[in-house]
């Protein structure tokens, strides 16, 4: 199994960009599907968006379409979340998650009898307006 560590959290100006890092430990990186969540205060985990393990279909929730990008690198057990055009309401901890299964990413945080086979601990984004 592997282990998950997120990087590149930090404090930036609404409509600006910024990229996170999920670092997996373990040789079995690319034997996962990939995803990134985040939970704002006071609110429920939400989903944003999931990878196939290898560099292949993405799945994005409509709320980040078209402004976060995420990419994975199985060379260096890395996933990325590109996040551009960032708002005050993205503020929020994002974290990553490992599944052997997309469809597991997709649902979990709408599916309460389900949960990811690996979390990582999450870093904190806050957008200020």
């Known amino acids: 199994q592997v282990q998950l560590v997120e990087s590149g959290g930090g404090l930036v100006q609404a409509g600006g960009s910024l990229t996170l890092s999920c670092a997996a430990s373990?040789?079995?990186?690319?034997?996962?599907?990939m995803g990134w969540f985040r939970q704002a205060p006071g609110k429920e985990r939400e989903f944003l968006v999931a990878?196939?393990?290898?560099?292949?279909?993405?799945y994005y929730a409509d709320s980040v379409k078209g402004r976060f990008t995420i990419s994975r690198d199985n060379a260096k057990n890395t996933l990325y979340l590109q996040m551009n055009s960032l708002k005050h309401e993205n503020t929020a901890v994002y974290y990553c998650?490992?599944?052997?299964?997309?469809?597991?990413?997709?649902?979990?945080?709408?599916?309460?009898?389900?949960?990811?086979?690996?979390w990582g601990q999450g870093t904190l984004v806050t957008v200020s307006s």
């Open positions: 998650g490992a599944d052997t299964i997309l469809h597991t990413l997709v649902v979990v945080t709408t599916d309460t009898d389900r949960d990811l086979e690996v």
């Open positions: 990878i196939t393990r290898s560099v292949g279909s993405t």
């Open positions: 373990g040789r079995t990186f690319s034997s996962y599907a």
